[in-house]
């Protein structure tokens, strides 16, 4: 969605408030399933720049880390932003453009807010048993018989196990 500055360019030390949906149908490959609308308040400081703040809550389906079903999992961010007249510098270094000439993309803003505070894992049920490496069954719905390699697989998961443990 596309906000329209010009008011707000013509009085330094304005504030407007604005009610937000993502445009887009999919962040970061995810759908998206629910999104309440995102109230930003929009500030512009002096000369052009203005500062964009708002919390941003949606639900989107992300395949579980193990099995791969689609899990509708809540994702919250806050948004707090300076744009500093046309262009706007991440933290990558890399300039991105989230200003054309009085319009500001907020749909871009939210979605990148919502991608930086994408959950890292995202699991269908704390104990998934995933998907067997070797033939691709999905093993919450009972061993699938590849029960015979198991002694490397077993060693495998005994470090990782030790691993995340020790990170804990
Ligand atoms: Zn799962
Ligand atoms: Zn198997």
């Known amino acids: ?48 720049a203005i500062t964009v703040e708002g919390s941003i809550s949606l639900v989107l389906t992300i ?30 270094g890399e300039t991105v453009e989230y200003l054309e000439g009085d319009m500001l993309d907020a749909g871009r803003l939210i979605e990148e807010a919502v991608i930086e505070n994408l959950p890292m894992k995202v699991l269908c049920r704390e104990d998934c048993k995933g998907l067997c490496p070797k033939c691709g069954r999905d093993l919450n719905e009972g061993p699938c018989g590849c029960e015979d390699d198991k002694p490397l697989t077993g060693m495998g998961e005994a470090i990782l196990k030790a691993f995340q443990n020790a990170g804990k």
């Open 1 to 48: 969605m596309i906000i329209q500055l010009t008011d707000l360019y013509q009085v330094p030390g304005k504030t407007a408030g604005y009610d937000v949906m993502p445009d887009a149908e999919c962040i970061a490959g995810y759908p998206i399933v629910s999104c309440e609308p995102v109230h930003l308040v929009i500030h512009h400081e002096k000369d052009r």
């Open 63 to 92: 395949p579980c880390d193990r099995c791969l079903k689609p899990v509708e999992t809540t994702v919250t961010a806050d948004l707090s932003r300076m744009l500093d007249g046309q262009r706007f510098t991440d933290e990558d």
